[in-house]
């Protein structure tokens, strides 16, 4: 498995901070038009630009979540990011600066997109390269399509460099991008069978720390997690907070690190589980 010393040179990991303008929807759409030109001719088909702004933004979101990961010309970048940093404004950025923390955690229900924190963590597969079915609700496609096509582009040098799939348990770091978390962790949950096994456990447990220990080898402090390995991966939601929650305190509690630790959750169940976890673990 690559490290970070390995990989770190391989992909640029300068953290910038995200420049954003608010577009209308005449200027998105013009964004829009150029954009499918350039993925179209990709794909060797025939642009058709009199569809309306939004069909024609829902195109480009499933286009590039087919879109292998080869480069991209420089001004297919200036104008996805102008794009795409315009909807990270629209959509709202929440600073996770602002939470109240107990013991250096926090819990928030949400997008975990619209997060500004130093990392948020990105439940992926163990190719790091995004989900390739177009306009598919899994948070590894969302994080993806929001940050840009410099994401699987990163994630493909990485794994080029390590030459086998991504391990469950660990983590790799990438830019942010269109994001306005500085950086996206990337870790591999266990997928379970038939039941929860101790196996399972461990792997989910090795997640949250590497995460955390990928963050402190980065300097970062705050980080936001997912719900890792709950939804199609098969992980009994009460049971995957009580090992997060334990995970992360245990290690807070080892390391005395100063970092910041939310707990995003999307689901009404989610948060009522976690608010409970948390009560009973204090």
């Not at 997060?115 to 948020?120: K, Y």
């Amino acid at each position: 498995m690559l490290s970070l010393s390995e990989y770190k040179n391989i992909i640029d990991l300068r953290s910038v901070p995200l420049r954003a303008e608010r577009l209308d929807e005449d200027e998105k759409s013009a964004i829009c038009d150029e954009l499918l030109s350039a993925l179209l001719e990709e794909r060797n088909e025939i642009a058709a630009f009199s569809y309306p702004y939004k069909t024609k933004r829902d195109l480009i979101w499933g286009y590039l979540n087919e879109r292998l990961p080869t480069p991209v010309s420089e001004r297919f970048l200036q104008l996805q990011d102008r794009l795409f940093a315009s909807e990270t404004l629209e959509r709202g950025i929440v600073d996770a600066a602002g939470f109240e923390y107990e013991a250096g955690i926090s819990l928030w229900q949400g997008d975990i997109t619209r997060l500004q924190a130093d990392a948020v963590v990105n439940a992926a597969n163990n190719s790091l390269l995004g989900c390739f079915i177009p306009h598919h609700a899994c948070i590894d496609n969302v994080i993806h399509s929001r940050a840009g096509v410099q994401v699987r582009l990163d994630c493909s040098r990485i794994m080029g460099a390590q030459g086998e799939s991504e391990p469950a348990g660990c983590a790799k770091i990438t830019r942010g991008y269109n994001l306005p978390a500085r950086y996206i962790i990337h870790t591999v949950g266990p997928m379970v069978g038939v039941r929860v096994n101790d196996e399972d456990r461990r792997v989910l447990r090795n997640c949250y720390l590497s995460c955390l220990n990928l963050a402190r080898e980065m300097g970062l402090h705050s980080i936001a997690f997912c719900c890792i390995s709950t939804g199609i991966f098969g992980f009994p939601n009460d049971e995957a907070a009580a090992i997060a929650v334990g995970a992360v305190k245990g290690w807070l509690l080892e390391t005395g690190y100063d970092i910041r630790v939310v707990f995003d959750v999307f689901l009404d169940k989610d948060r009522a589980i976690y608010e409970e976890v948390l009560k009973n673990t204090n």
